[in-house]
């Protein structure tokens, strides 16, 4: 207990110590500092660590103490339904949401992984941090062989090292991760591992990748902020079908930036949870009418609802998160059918739209 008392007064303490703005580095993009990265111009900034911390230093003791979140009914399909649906589906272009930020896509006979998170806590000190509250709808050893991993930045719900670890046949696994992430996967002893900076891209066999500005941040820890860069992803197999995965974001004119050079999406994975309170969570995650204008100005046909039901972030629920992902589709004219919220577990076709 008095492990858990210096832990829940101590790191805040070096969360608010505060440093001087990073300078550019002469010759580099915008985004490179002398100190790591930082999000593109004209993005929301963070509020002072003087106005977040009384609910950050709270959060350790929620996480021990709080209560179980709610979540809808029929939220979770059983594991035979999800084996079921994969079967259904095998050889078409998928989508299968596993949970929290975590989707398994089958692109041109490829399966991909994205911010693979299957383990029961996202903290480097169990039981501290963010406790998982809907198990993964697969469990590590039930994946289908993984061809891809993708992530988008470095905090622990997204890149989950007991995962990374875990996962069998590392070496025909490739890994597409922002610049300053490779580390972790090539200490695992994966087959290759790609790192690439906005705007950069990869061919690896039948599937294309380009990394993405995206507003948010990284840290991983007590002494680093920013030293790893960040990403979205454009996802392109060889038959044309395009996904925007996103990881987690902020909304900002660069996304309407980016879809000059690279929109039009057949499907995005949007994060629409841990939106509250904003004195917090403004210019680190967008709320939910403006995730949707994320996609949107993507240019996307079709919107997946992740990043909530699997853990509690923030002090939104789940009903609230879905119900303004709805609300702010309806204002920007997007049909309902195209707003996908999906059961854990659930598995939906992605078709290739007119272009």
Not at 117 to 125: E, F, G, K, M, V
Not at 199 to 208: D, L, M, N, S
Request: proline share 7%.
């Amino acid at each position: 207990m008095n492990f858990i008392r210096f832990v829940v007064f101590i790191i805040p303490i070096f969360f608010i110590v505060s440093c001087s703005p990073p300078e550019g580095v002469p010759g580099k993009p915008w985004h490179h500092t002398t100190e790591g990265f930082r999000n593109p111009l004209g993005s929301p900034e963070k509020n002072s660590w003087i106005h977040r911390a009384p609910w950050l230093i709270s959060r350790p003791l929620e996480a021990i103490f709080g209560n179980s979140p709610k979540f809808p009914s029929d939220h979770i399909l059983t594991k035979s339904k999800v084996i079921d649906g994969l079967e259904r589906t095998a050889g078409k272009n998928t989508v299968t949401w596993l949970g929290h930020m975590t989707a398994l896509l089958r692109i041109d006979g490829k399966s991909i992984l994205t911010d693979p998170w299957l383990t029961d806590y996202a903290s480097p000190i169990s039981p501290l941090g963010p406790k998982r509250y809907v198990k993964a709808a697969l469990k590590i050893e039930e994946l289908p062989p993984i061809d891809f991993v993708v992530i988008s930045h470095s905090h622990f719900d997204h890149l989950d090292l007991p995962t990374i670890a875990a996962l069998p046949n590392k070496e025909k696994i490739t890994a597409m991760v922002p610049l300053g992430i490779g580390k972790y996967f090539r200490d695992y002893g994966y087959g290759k591992v790609i790192e690439l900076d906005w705007e950069e891209t990869a061919v690896v066999g039948k599937i294309k990748y380009t990394a993405l500005p995206v507003i948010h941040w990284s840290k991983r820890s007590l002494f680093e902020t920013n030293d790893t860069l960040w990403a979205g992803w454009a996802i392109e197999g060889l038959n044309g079908v395009r996904v925007y995965f996103g990881g987690d974001a902020e909304y900002g004119p660069v996304y309407t930036d980016v879809a000059k050079r690279h929109g039009g999406f057949d499907l995005s994975l949007l994060s629409i949870g841990a939106f509250l309170p904003r004195v917090v969570m403004q210019g680190s995650h967008c709320v939910p009418e403006d995730c949707i204008r994320i996609g949107s100005d993507l240019k996307a046909k079709n919107h997946l609802a992740m990043h909530w039901g699997t853990v509690k972030l923030g002090e939104d629920t789940n009903e609230e998160a879905i119900s303004r992902f709805y609300n702010g589709a309806k204002k920007l004219g997007i049909p309902r059918e195209r707003i996908w919220v999906l059961k854990v577990g659930e598995t939906r076709i992605i078709s290739k739209s007119v272009r």
